[in-house]
């Protein structure tokens, strides 16, 4: 005998996740969903006076609203990450240049990630930020050149590909979900949409 319609669980809202980081997009995928991905374009400029903390939250949260306003009906998950050093927002190098003296900025101190999630659909706005703290080890000019030449770490916040070569540069690292390091905290995104109905695993 047919289930009533009215007795049939509804459908899930489709997923979107507001990035165009291949990175992220990869990270996702690891939950088995599936999602599509679109660009949020916003501005990622920090205000004035405002913290690392609140700047990863607003993009994050920017990101989701940017992209829900366009898909109402969707859930939508916005990231970003900033990296601190010394109270200091290190953004993503986008040369070799800048990706070297980032890294020898960071030589033989502790950098906290600070990676904003935010979750945006019908009736509903979550956000948090996931922190993750590496201590560097002391680097060797002719470390932090090869490193950089290997991994091309340009378009990464600090300047550090930690899922390539770039785990190397370190002494330890602490983080309650290690995938925030990756810009996508699985933990607290799987806790959300399981939350909302999705099977994962």
Known sequence: MPTPASEQPSPLPALILASSSPYRAEMLERLGLAFSSVTSGIDETAGPDESPEALARRLALD?????ARQRPEA????????AVLNGRVLGKP?????AIAQIRDMSGNAVEYLSGIA?????QQRLDVVSTRLQYRQLRQSEIERYVDR??????????????????LLESLSSDDPTALIGMPLIRIARWLRENGYQIP
């Not at 859930?75 to 900033?82: K, N, S, W």
């Not at 991994?151 to 785990?167: K, N, V, Y």
Request: charged share 20%; net charge negative.
């Open 94 to 98: 986008g040369s070799r240049e800048r």
């Open 151 to 168: 991994d091309q770490p340009l378009d990464c916040a600090g300047g550090m590909r930690s899922e390539g070569l770039g785990i190397s």
């Open 63 to 67: 990101k989701a609203l940017h992209v």
């Open 119 to 123: 979750l945006v659909g019908p009736g």
């Open 75 to 82: 859930l939508v998950i916005g990231a970003d990450q900033v």
